[in-house]
């Protein structure tokens, strides 16, 4: 199995950027297709990006097209989600989460989940 961390959380004002990261200890990292999600109070936990276990393949949200994009890196055990022109719905805690099968799913049916870090953009 593989436990996550996600860091890079915090407070930022809208247009702003941030990037989160996601360190993964335990099995081998590139062994697993990595996704971020995120969850606004009152709301359910949705996708926002994936990528395959090269990260030859990414897939985004429509919410997060063109502002957002995630990395890997395999070599160190780490992802990342580079978040820019921040806005204020974009406000959640934010998860990074793995699974062992070959696609990149944009359901919650990841297997393994970090504790999630917050995010919250002003306006």
């Known amino acids: 199995q593989v436990q996550l961390v996600e860091s890079g959380g915090g407070l930022v004002q809208a247009g702003g950027s941030l990037r989160l990261s996601c360190a993964a200890s335990g099995r081998t990292f590139s062994s697993y297709v990595m996704g971020w999600f995120r969850q606004a109070p009152g709301k359910e936990r949705e996708f926002v990006a994936g990528i395959s276990r090269s990260g030859g393949r990414t897939y985004y949200a429509d919410s997060a097209k063109g502002r957002f994009t995630i990395f890997r890196d395999n070599a160190k055990n780490t992802g990342s989600l580079q978040m820019n022109s921040l806005k204020p719905e974009d406000t959640a805690v934010y998860y990074c989460?793995?699974?062992?099968?070959?696609?990149?799913?944009?359901?919650?049916?990841?297997?393994?989940w970090g504790p999630g870090t917050q995010v919250t953009v002003s306006s």
């Open positions: 989460a793995a699974h062992a099968g070959e696609m990149i799913i944009t359901t919650i049916r990841y297997t393994y």
